[in-house]
């Protein structure tokens, strides 16, 4: 499902648009991406894990990646390995769960990062941008497969060209809202714009 969700995003931007799936989605590959500063948008269909895995244990903000077989990959893309990317990016899109949420202080000070902690900027969303996203859209709770939703938001944010990436987020939700399989808010209000949501979609 998230494979097909990047596809269809990818669609509409024809051959200037790269796809990372499976085996070549490792938090490796991503890090040595070449021309990784020049990406306008990135977009990460994944799993997220922003709580703790045991309870007492810290939370450490990662995405899920696939492994590569080398020593340097954990399969974690993680808080610290996202702060250390140069980004030049636009938009940033985290479609998976609670990618809104918070870090701990620790998982902010092991990035390097010497102010904050507990607040919602210290999750995923900071990192990326510490990184250089100038705009984050991050979800607050797991995204739905059912009835494509995430797909179809995606998809429907970016056949809103030349509108602002909040007004295109608007239409997008709306959409859905208007159709009676995806009207729930569950559906279609997880996601949230963090930074310019004035600036243009597509630049």
Known sequence: IRADELRQAAAGFGGSAQVLTGTDFTDTAIESL?????YRILHFATHGLVTAPQPGCPP?????TSFDGGAASDGLLSFAEIFALKLDADLVILSACDTAGSATLGATREA???SGGEFALDGLVRAFVGAGGRTVLASHWPVPDDFDAT?????????QTGRSTAEALMASQTALMDDAET???FYWSAFAVVGDGAARLAR
């Open 112 to 114: 390097g990062v010497t």
């Open 60 to 64: 450490r903000p990662a995405l899920l």
């Open 34 to 38: 070449p021309g990784l500063g020049e």
């Open 151 to 159: 797909g179809r938001l995606v998809s429907g944010l970016f056949a």
């Open 183 to 185: 009207s729930h808010p």
